[in-house]
């Protein structure tokens, strides 16, 4: 695949949502999405994380004598800025494309046939990627019996969060998926006693509580018909959607493990089942408009999403392979402030607004958290 630049290392890689999750270990970020996982929010690195980026194969293979390798580092550089460039534009653009998408009353309820359609561009993408041209990966037979219920949490996982982007502001709902890291830690230490360090914990306090800030002051009412609100059905959603990405990002590592798959595999399984299964319930759940009813406009937006939905795995996989874990962090901070910001933009809210106070308490805290689980990586690693 030269064309995209030295090969990358094999790494894990998850469907993306509006979101991107705020976890370094393998999570979910859905289409519109997780995300991502790690994508417009946060990234939380752990130990497990540094250590398959400094031991898999190495992204730049030396060359024939020095002039060789330097040529090497600049074009390995290079890719990795574009990459990056890339994964920033197509995250910051499915969630607003997604907003306006569901900004229209007939779209907004058509929720589960949205998220079939962006599973199946994620089996698209992961079919080209398996092909022997690239072969990236080698697929894999799962029992069906084994892949239904991720099936049905990973349906859970985008439907949920899509459904809070169409009741809330952008601000508030990338701001509440800054809780996917407390909750995925909770879910942690519930399931595997995995306890974080002490100042890992302080640091989520105030995220915690910035982002209780924010669900308070954006739901309030507002005589200003230009101010953009959250309802209640938006923080009932968003919150809903937090619970189900983060039960989705355990059951992702627990079913690596248990079937000795790459995140590749898994989801190359996972995604088609998902859309079948949701067929299903379409018809009893999903209100259709008048198709020939929905402008041209409406149409491109949602093949945009789509297509943006696959840049984000294609770039995340890249990124991966040629970026360390601070750097991965750091794009995932810096989507996370503009997507933020933006969103803050077109809401109508001045600077003064007391949910700005949140904004900055939640994404500082989830920084700090950052900060202090690479120094603890590092730390760690340089023990062993």
Same mark, same amino acid.
């Given at each position: ?8 290392? =094999? ?19 859905? !289409?519109?999405?997780?995300?991502? $996982? ?38 390995? !550089? ?17 969630? !607003? ?30 079919? %080209?990627?398996? =092909? ?6 080698? #697929?894999?037979?799962? #029992? ?37 890291? #407390? *909750?995925?830690? *909770?879910?942690? !230490? ?7 360090? =002490? ?29 953009? *609100? ?56 999903? *209100? ?84 202090? %689980?690479? =120094? ?7 023990? $062993?």
């Amino acid at each position: 695949m030269t064309f995209l630049g030295s090969r990358p290392r =094999r790494h894990s890689f998850t469907a993306l949502s509006s979101t991107e999750n705020h976890n370094g270990r393998d999570r979910p970020s859905s !289409f519109d999405g997780r995300d991502d $996982d790690r994508d417009s929010q946060n990234t939380v690195v752990d130990e497990g994380n540094a250590r398959d980026i400094e031991e898999g194969e190495p992204f730049l293979e030396k060359g024939i004598g020095n002039q060789t390798v330097r040529n090497s580092t600049r074009s390995g !550089f290079g890719w990795a800025v574009f990459w990056i460039v890339v994964n920033t534009l197509a995250t910051i653009g499915i969630v !607003f494309t997604n907003k306006a998408i569901f900004s229209d009353p007939s779209l907004k309820l058509v929720q589960l046939t949205f998220a079939a359609f962006h599973f199946f561009m994620t089996w698209l993408l992961l079919f %080209m990627l398996s =092909r022997p041209q690239f072969a990236y990966f080698s #697929p894999r037979r799962i #029992p069906l019996r084994e892949i239904i219920p991720l099936s049905v949490a990973m349906s859970l996982n985008v439907i949920l969060p899509n459904l809070s982007l169409a009741f809330s502001t952008v601000t508030f709902y990338q701001v509440a998926r800054i809780l996917l890291t #407390p *909750t995925v830690a *909770t879910m942690d !230490f519930v399931l595997y006693k995995s306890i974080l360090p =002490r100042n890992a914990i302080l640091a989520l306090v105030p995220a915690c509580l910035g982002v209780a800030m924010v669900s308070y002051y954006d739901s309030l009412p507002t005589i200003d018909a230009n101010i953009k *609100t959250t309802s209640n059905l938006g923080v009932l959603f968003a919150f809903s959607g937090i619970f189900a990405s983060s039960l989705y990002t355990v059951w992702i590592k627990s079913y690596q493990r248990k079937l000795q798959v790459s995140s590749m595999q898994l989801l190359f399984s996972q995604a088609p089942v998902s859309a079948f299964l949701l067929l299903y319930a379409i018809p009893f759940i999903d *209100t259709f408009p008048t198709w020939t009813e929905v402008p041209m406009t409406r149409w491109l937006m949602i093949l945009m999403s789509g297509v943006f939905a696959a840049l984000i795995n294609l770039s995340q996989f890249f990124i991966v392979g040629q970026t360390g874990p601070v750097s991965s962090t750091v794009v995932g901070h810096l989507k996370t402030c503009l997507i933020v910001a933006l969103g803050w933009a077109t809401s109508g809210r001045s600077v003064g607004d007391k949910s700005v106070i949140g904004v900055l308490i939640a994404v500082g805290g989830i920084i700090t958290y950052s900060i202090v %689980m690479l =120094r603890y990586v590092t730390r760690r690693h340089g023990q $062993d």
